[in-house]
DNA sequence: GACGAAATAGCACGATCGTTCGTATACTGC
DNA sequence: GCAGTATACGAACGATCGTGCTATTTCGTC
């Protein structure tokens, strides 16, 4: 990796970090170029406009999302295993230290989706992709024996993204200490619905 | 009503709007002042403060919503039927055209959540009181006998929230048009959940 | 109709926004 | 050692931010 590449990584990454307290408006050239010992005009010609680095913030989350939530999940036993593995990487991202200020999804979701533009079709794509791996996911336990043959799928996916959202906005704005108890209590319920 | 307070209230009123859009910090006094067709200085005059706007903004939106929400719900007779229109009215509220970029309350929590003050205050303030509502409109469905006597309260008003604020955001991200099916549908099983 | 108060406008401020441009330094292949 | 490219910097741009002052207009009361 050349020195650009890894000075831009290291310029998303804080991003990441900033973009999560303060939202992507907030999160300014100014402020990233000082936390990170930058020039505000060398660190800019990393990127060419606000608007393309949004992107590659984005983009970058999207992937860490990929790699911290799906990926380990993908290595256990398909069925109820994968989807419980899925379900706490998923509240553990939530809590990632990397991202002080709660899913950086959630807060882009809420921040681009009146916008139309490239950073709402990044956006929407990853919940697309979301929600069919957990319909995926799904299919299989039904395959696997785990779960009823008529479990409506989609459903199933819609109610464990109720499950994250409200876990991590009961979290994050309530600091609700049952809100891990209450989350996992939803999704067993949910899980025993399911059930064969 | 003097000619202050209406003019306040018309500025709070197009707050509402460009801030459901914009977020709380993309409102800015310059734009605000543009579309309501007032100088800045005028229009800053009202409020002495951006913060301070952001709170009246805030409360009025809070206002707002218990008497769109809250305030029908009660005129509905105690248990089920209560539980029913109030969460209608809250799938309506999302809808408002007066929030044309979505729930307000959605995007302020998610801008708040990690900036202590009186905006988080409030707004933490306000879910208290939501989550409330719906634990004391548990309870007397309990009483009423609609609900099963060993009920979850706080798991249910949880279980609202949640589906809520899935419904708010596959609606406002992904436009998706099943969201009202499928929010209706998981709060169907809820109630079936929770009957005695 | 005059007067005091309330409401609004005008103008300017320092700060910061995203962006541009010319330049200096560091690294690369010849 | 030199040419050329990649990387970063510094200074400055026009625009806009929130905010402070001072006029000016509008309004209710006598």
Chains 1, 2 share one sequence.
Not at 178 to 186: D, H, I, V
Request: hydrophobic share 45%.
């Amino acid at each position: 990796m050349g020195k650009g590449a890894e000075t831009r990584d290291r310029i998303v990454d804080s991003a990441l970090r900033l973009a999560s307290r303060d939202g992507f408006e907030g999160l300014t050239l100014g402020t990233l170029s000082t936390e990170l010992g930058l020039s505000k005009s060398g660190l800019f010609a990393h990127f060419g406009s606000k608007d393309e680095l949004q992107l590659q913030v984005l983009q970058a989350a999207v992937n860490r999302f990929t790699e911290t939530v799906v990926r380990p999940a993908l290595a256990m036993p398909r069925g109820e295993p994968r989807i419980r593995a899925f379900f706490e990487n998923w509240l553990g991202w939530a809590n990632d230290p990397c991202m002080p200020g709660g899913c950086i999804l959630v807060t882009a979701a809420v921040e681009f989706d009146d916008r139309p533009g490239p950073q709402r079709d990044v956006l929407a794509a990853a919940h697309k992709d979301r929600v069919a791996f957990m319909t995926k996911a799904a299919r299989l336990a039904v395959e696997a024996g785990h779960f009823r043959p008529d479990l409506d799928l989609g459903q199933f996916a819609f109610d464990m993204d109720c499950i994250a959202l409200g876990y991590h906005h009961s979290q994050r704005l309530l600091r609700d200490p049952k809100a891990g108890e209450r989350a996992r209590f939803a999704f067993e319920r949910l899980l025993a619905a399911a059930r064969a």
